[in-house]
């Protein structure tokens, strides 16, 4: 047992700190700058290369973008999108020994109008960002959060997934082959690794970039009065990435992308399976946090950053000097408990600090997860989907389903004629609902159980609203 005057004369073996002073692990010469984790320490050099490797290595291993496709690069100006540019722009360089060869493409949405920053704040966020994309000499797009008033109702439908390419070995192999094959068509006197190179030249031409359209003061009140009748942060945020992804999947479908890029991270995605399971969204969380998003069918999103911590996107961030823009968003400045997804990054972020080990083992268990598919047929209606986050409705239906089924259609295209320019999707879907169809009578056959949530979180302000716009 201890005792009170026991000396122990250095006895206690000390705990050995890794120091930056150590060698790298990889190459064995330069010394350490960095650790990522206890017992990586990597020189700047290795760093750089075992960074862009893991990018290469996670589009290499899914193999979902095709020679040739048209890439939307989802930029917010954070650390994670900003970093997930330069792996691009890395990738399309000419020294790069093997070259991206897909077409890519810069959106940035303007959310200043639902977090309530002014027209100059907005501008020049707006601007320092504008300088970045333009030094990267890709077209890029600017959409105002405001412009969701104006989207087309078809926005809601999940487009055709028959124009998918088979993800297999042989047919990207193939797909490559063609895609050389036909610029050495097209250009006879360039040899097969100019060919390869010749794609990275076709997003430097100068193209027409800016502001898709300009927004007005109405516009901007309307949004603030539709975020203002959510009542908790809980539900603004929910409700703020359903409009951000429709916005971009607009854009995408406009412009002719296939594939969106998104910047999220390991980090992130840990704290967003834990928050979504909390909101209600569990049946989803296979394509919420997975490599691809198929749900939209004629645009698959991809996440390529998933495998990159928090710590090292800032580290390479700050040894290569990438370009960031701090926005602050609607949790700016929050406590903790104002939002479940608050709740949740603050709860991973200390409890990381204490365990290194929490987030890659909340991102290992999400690998694992996959969705459960329901038998499909010929016969299956196009509201399977939820019209909101358009994933795969999570309620099971009763014996009444036929009957429901055919109601529910007949109030969709009702829906769907609506044509007010003044009017919205959301506010077409939620403020004009009453008038067409009850929510509370047919519930699961319009909407998932967390956005069910969130549209009940704005009834309080619904009636005023709907006699604005009607």
């Given at each position: ?43 700047r ?15 290499g ?74 030094a ?5 797009h ?18 055709s ?42 997003s ?94 004629d ?14 996107i ?64 010929t016969n ?16 099971k ?25 003044t009017?919205?999707f ?45």
């Amino acid at each position: 047992m201890c005792q009170v005057d026991e000396e122990y004369n250095g006895q206690l073996e000390h705990r050995v700190t890794p120091r930056v002073s150590k060698k790298c692990v990889k190459c064995k010469e330069n010394t350490a700058v960095l650790i990522i984790r206890a017992g990586d320490a990597f020189c700047r050099g290795c760093f750089k290369e075992y960074f862009i490797h893991k990018f290469r290595a996670m589009l290499g291993k899914n193999r979902v973008i095709f020679p040739g496709e048209k890439v939307l690069l989802a930029v917010s100006g954070g650390p994670a999108s900003s970093s997930m540019l330069s792996q691009v722009q890395e990738g399309l360089s000419r020294d790069a020994p093997k070259k991206l060869r897909f077409v890519p493409g810069i959106i940035y949405i303007d959310e200043g109008g639902a977090s309530g920053q002014s027209m100059e704040e907005r501008e020049r966020a707006v601007a320092q960002l504008e300088s970045v994309f333009r030094a990267t000499n890709y077209h890029y797009h600017i959409v105002h959060l405001e412009q969701v008033l104006s989207l087309p109702s078809s926005v809601l439908d999940a487009g055709s997934s028959a124009t998918e390419k088979p993800q297999t070995g042989s047919s990207y192999k193939a797909a490559v082959d063609q895609f050389i094959q036909t610029k050495k068509n097209q250009h006879p006197d360039l040899s097969v690794e100019n060919a390869q190179s010749h794609l990275s030249s076709l997003s430097m031409h100068e193209v027409e970039n800016g502001v898709t359209s300009p927004i007005t003061p109405e516009h901007t009140q309307a949004l603030q009065k539709l975020f203002a009748s959510v009542r908790t942060l809980t539900a603004k945020e929910d409700l703020l990435h359903t409009l951000r992804q429709h916005l971009i999947l607009h854009t995408a479908r406009t412009q002719g992308y296939t594939k969106v890029m998104m910047g999220d991270s390991c980090s992130r995605l840990a704290i967003k399976l834990l928050s979504n399971i909390s909101l209600g969204r569990g049946a989803s969380l296979a394509t919420d946090t997975g490599f691809s998003d198929p749900r939209y069918g004629d645009v698959v999103i991809v996440r390529p950053m998933r495998d990159y911590s928090s710590k090292e996107i800032a580290y390479y961030n700050r040894m290569f000097d990438i370009p960031s823009v701090f926005i602050p968003g609607l949790d700016t400045k929050a406590q903790d408990k104002a939002s479940i997804q608050h709740l949740t990054e603050s709860f991973v972020t200390k409890l990381q600090t204490d365990f290194p080990s929490t987030v890659s083992t909340i991102y290992r268990t999400s690998e694992k997860l996959h969705t459960a598919c329901p038998p499909q047929n010929t016969n299956t209606q196009p509201f399977a989907k939820c019209l909101l986050c358009v994933c795969a409705l999570d309620t099971k239906l009763g014996e009444s389903h036929c009957q429901c089924t055919k109601t529910a259609s007949h109030h969709r295209n009702v829906l769907y004629s609506l044509n007010k320019s003044t009017c919205n999707f959301i506010l077409k879907l939620v403020f004009l609902f009453p008038n067409h169809i009850n929510i509370s009578t047919y519930p699961s056959l319009l909407l998932c159980y967390s956005c069910r949530l969130t549209i009940k979180d704005m009834v309080s302000e619904r009636t005023s609203i709907t006699s604005h716009y009607s």
